[in-house]
Every structure is written in C-alpha cells, then in structure tokens.
C-alpha cells in the first residue's frame, strides 16, 4: 500500500511540475502608434467585417486633427512674434526719436540714453537669446548621443 501512496505522490507531483510549467508560459505582445500590425487588423476584420476599415479611417481622422492643431500652434506663434516685432519696432523707434529731440534740446544725457538705450537693448537681448538657443541645441545632441 506504501508503494501506491508513493507513485501516486510522484505521479501528482510530475502532473504538477508540468502544470506549473504551463502557468509559467507567457507569450505577450505589444505595438505602438495609430495602428495595429497586420496580422492583428486581419484579426478584427474577421471578427467583425469592416472594422479594419473602421479603424484606418479612425486613425486618419486622429492624424489629420493633430495636424490641424499643430498648424494651428505654428500660425499662432508666427503671428504673435511678428506682433511682438512690430511693437518692439515701434517702441524702439519712438525711443530714439524721442532722444533725438531731447538732444537737439540741450538735454544730451538724457537724449543720449534715450536714442542708445534700445540699441543696447536689443542686442543684448539678441546676444542672450543666441547663446539659449546654442545651449539647447547642445543639450539636444548630447541627448541624442546618450541615445
């Protein structure tokens, strides 16, 4: 009777070993982007005709709204920089021909700071933004490198 209980436990013991097995097979898979791989559409469509067509057309009208807005962003921030040239324009020039009438008036400092003030302004603020857009451009490539 011992030997029974015995094979019986390596018998159990052998079922479990292979079920233990079987639990611990995984297959998994993953995609990214608008849409799934082929054999996955094919998938769809035969489960329900016409999904993969539903699908498509799903993704394009995703792709056609992001690019919408991206247009959108991009013509907004063209105009507010044109905005902002024209008004810095106007103010700099305004400056200067406010100086230029201070120094005609015997005010020359004042005039002076007034016609020069912007000018230096403007390249300092050209100077720091040139060497902004080198540093980021540096942290990209060194980005991309560490890539």
């Known amino acids: 009777m011992r030997k029974k209980r015995k094979e019986k436990s390596k018998a159990i013991q052998r079922r479990d070993k292979e079920n233990l097995d079987e639990r611990m097979t995984e297959i998994s898979t993953s995609f990214s982007g608008p849409l799934?791989?082929?054999?996955?559409?094919?998938?769809?469509?035969?489960?329900?005709?016409?999904?993969?067509?539903?699908?498509?057309?799903m993704a394009e009208k995703q792709a056609n709204h992001r690019q919408d807005l991206e247009k959108s962003v991009t013509q907004s921030n063209i105009s507010n920089e044109r905005?902002?040239?024209?008004?810095?324009?106007?103010?700099?020039?305004?400056?200067?021909?406010?100086?230029?009438?201070l120094i005609l008036n015997d005010k020359n400092t004042?005039?002076?700071?007034?016609?020069?003030?912007?000018?230096?302004?403007?390249?300092?603020?050209?100077?720091?933004?040139?060497?902004?857009?080198?540093?980021?451009?540096?942290?990209?490539?060194?980005?991309r490198k560490a890539s």
């Open 110 to 143: 004042a005039g002076y700071f007034a016609v020069f003030g912007p000018v230096v302004f403007h390249a300092a603020n050209y100077i720091y933004n040139k060497r902004r857009e080198e540093k980021v451009e540096e942290e990209e490539n060194h980005s």
């Open 36 to 57: 799934p791989p082929p054999n996955l559409l094919q998938g769809y469509e035969n489960i329900l005709f016409g999904a993969a067509d539903r699908i498509i057309s």
């Open 83 to 101: 905005m902002g040239m024209w008004m810095a324009f106007t103010l700099t020039v305004s400056l200067m021909g406010f100086g230029a009438y």
